[in-house]
């Protein structure tokens, strides 16, 4: 089976400065995989490169499909959402404009209206807050709108920074319940989270990134289990 | 009394003019920081097309339609060629390069059609409408028409049209923007393009006032300046509103305060300018944008 991203020998630099340092992975199609590491790993700069924000070298491809030479709007339209780090609200617009916005790089056009009876099911404040400007949202209402605007894309794979970041814990838990059932309808997730428990809950498979490099990787059950992980990131 | 209708209709006459020109740099302003001060001289440029269209033959509206058409392709391909190549340059540098396309649009349009004044129709009659005693020129009631049609427009694309949102979104959130799918630089190429339709709706408009020349715009320009910072760079709501308030008081202090007359008027614009920067630097309705970095 071809995977869904594949990922060789990624680096990426911000001006002269190199933040990864040949990161290489796949992810196969339909999973839940998570990228766990410290701050300034790597972590945040792997989703950003994949969306084409930050100047890379290495091979990136989607389904087969290169997307080193891409731009961002382009990689957008070959379904791949990403909710960014701090969650691009528009915070200007109405929920009901940046859920419209979520449905601008989709490939087949069409009504919204199934689309926005999705997310409101997911998350049924949205639906009551719909004529409210997005920067008057709580942060955990905003992060469901980061979360329900990256599906009205329609994606095949989700790109998730941080969706726990400042939020309290039963929120968090909330949020993640609902990922689950996302992944269920068959939409790949790639989640960056600080948050080691909750992202090895929620994931399959775990790539742990230390100063831009892939140093462990394997199933969310075996690396739950190791002592390196557990006392590092997991605290017990 | 009737004096005082009159002058406050004809300040709306021209403010209409302000507001268009001012929406016009608040627009560019919101979508790249940067104010555009070639504004005027391409809507002077724009208005000298009409004219030439207009002795070639066209009747009026069909020659305004054209400009407008004219107009928004010019603004577009101006973005694609001269803005894009220093769109992350310093903003000092970008505002350089619209300076310089001001020069340029002048001298062109002196070269081509020479700095001597040309009469420019209007398309309304030449009766003035009479209500009682007070007397309303036809010109600036149309003028203030075509404004608020302009404006209408403008405001239903802006909010009930995909595009229109998509050029919101990109103004405020360009990073956000691209990761929906938006082609920022196309947005803002096509905020080049409706500014440039608002300026040739302003010079379109004054033309028949002040005649046309080279110069026609610089004026303007400097009054719509007063609209929009009086209304907020941030706000184009305000800035419209800013334009008929700069052009009411610039007709009532030009009738009423005796030195000023029509010699002065023009420094009006130029203290309130100074005024609203000491007061109340956003604006009447301007935001303070804060930003991280």
Same mark, same amino acid.
């Given at each position: 089976m071809s995977a869904l991203l594949d990922v060789q020998a990624l680096e990426a630099f911000y001006g002269r400065t190199k933040a990864l340092h040949g990161v290489s992975f796949s992810m196969a199609r339909g999973g839940i995989t998570t990228i766990l590491g410290a701050n300034g790993a790597g972590k945040t700069t792997t989703?950003?490169?994949i969306s084409r924000m930050v100047r890379t070298t290495g091979t990136l491809r989607f389904e087969g499909e290169a997307l080193e030479r891409k731009a961002t709007e382009d990689v957008v339209?070959?379904?791949?959402?990403?909710?960014?780090?701090?969650?691009?609200?528009?915070?200007?617009?109405?929920?009901?404009?940046?859920?419209?916005? #979520?449905?601008?790089?989709?490939?087949?056009? #069409?009504?919204?209206?199934?689309?926005?009876?999705?997310?409101?099911?997911?998350?049924?404040?949205?639906?009551?807050?719909?004529?409210?400007?997005?920067?008057?949202?709580?942060?955990?209402?905003?992060?469901?709108?980061?979360?329900?605007?990256?599906?009205?894309?329609?994606?095949?794979?989700?790109?998730?920074?941080e969706p726990s970041l400042g939020l309290a814990p039963l929120v968090v838990r909330e949020i993640f319940r609902i990922l689950r059932t996302i992944n269920q309808t068959g939409v790949s997730i790639l989640l960056v989270e600080q948050n080691a428990a909750l992202a090895l809950d929620l994931a399959d498979h775990v790539f742990l990134l230390e100063t831009g490099r892939v140093v462990m990787e394997g199933p969310s059950d075996v690396l739950r289990r190791d002592d390196a992980i557990r006392r590092a990131y997991l605290g017990y | 009394?009737?004096?005082?209708?009159?002058?406050?209709?004809?300040?709306?006459?021209?403010?209409?003019?302000?507001?268009?020109?001012?929406?016009?740099?608040?627009?560019?302003?919101?979508?790249?920081?940067?104010?555009?001060?070639?504004?005027?001289?391409?809507?002077?440029?724009?208005?000298?097309?009409?004219?030439?269209?207009?002795?070639?033959?066209?009747?009026?509206?069909?020659?305004?339609?054209s400009t407008l058409a004219i107009a928004f392709v010019g603004g577009v391909v101006i973005e694609r060629?001269?803005?894009?190549?220093?769109?992350?340059?310093?903003?000092?540098?970008?505002?350089?390069?619209?300076l310089g396309l001001l020069v340029i649009c002048n001298s062109i349009a002196g070269w081509m059609w020479t700095y001597v004044q040309k009469p420019f129709p209007s398309p309304f009659p030449e009766n003035p409408f009479k209500f009682g005693n007070i007397v309303f020129g036809a010109h600036d009631l149309g003028e203030i028409q075509v404004t608020l049609l302009v404006l209408l427009c403008i405001y239903?694309?802006?909010?009930?049209?995909?595009?229109?949102?998509?050029?919101?979104?990109?103004?405020?959130?360009?990073?956000?923007?691209?990761?929906?799918?938006i082609r920022v630089g196309w947005m803002l190429a096509l905020g080049w393009g409706l500014a440039a339709v608002f300026g040739a709706v302003a010079g379109m408009m004054v033309a028949p006032v002040l005649t046309l020349e080279p110069n026609l715009m610089g004026g303007v320009q400097i009054y719509a300046f007063a609209a929009a910072t009086l209304g907020g760079f941030t706000s184009p709501g305000g800035?419209?509103?800013?334009?008929?308030?700069?052009?009411?008081?610039?007709?009532?202090?030009?009738?009423?305060?005796?030195?000023?007359?029509?010699?002065?008027?023009?420094?009006?614009?130029?203290?309130?300018?100074?005024v609203v920067l000491l007061v109340k630097p956003t604006g009447l309705f301007g935001t303070t944008v804060v930003k991280r970095v």
């Open positions: 989703l950003r490169a339209q070959l379904g791949i959402a990403h909710a960014p780090e701090g969650r691009g609200t528009f915070v200007h617009l109405t929920v009901e404009e940046n859920l419209r916005l #979520g449905a601008w790089g989709r490939r087949e056009r #069409g009504s919204l209206k199934d689309d926005f009876e999705r997310v409101f099911g997911y998350f049924p404040v949205l639906r009551e807050r719909r004529r409210q400007a997005a920067g008057t949202l709580s942060g955990g209402e905003q992060q469901m709108l980061a979360v329900a605007r990256a599906l009205m894309l329609r994606p095949r794979l989700l790109l998730l920074d | 009394m009737d004096i005082f209708i009159q002058q406050v209709v004809s300040g709306l006459a021209t403010g209409g003019i302000y507001a268009s020109l001012a929406l016009a740099l608040v627009m560019i302003y919101q979508a790249t920081d940067v104010v555009n001060f070639a504004q005027g001289e391409l809507a002077m440029f724009a208005t000298y097309i009409c004219w030439t269209l207009i002795h070639a033959g066209l009747q009026y509206w069909a020659a305004f339609v060629v001269v803005i894009r190549p220093v769109e992350n340059a310093p903003i000092l540098s970008i505002v350089m390069v619209t239903l694309f802006f909010r009930f049209t995909p595009l229109g949102l998509a050029m919101r979104a990109a103004a405020h959130n360009p990073v956000s923007s691209r990761l929906v799918g800035a419209v509103l800013g334009g008929f308030i700069v052009g009411v008081v610039e007709n009532l202090v030009g009738t009423y305060v005796g030195f000023i007359g029509t010699e002065l008027k023009f420094t009006v614009a130029l203290a309130m300018i100074i």
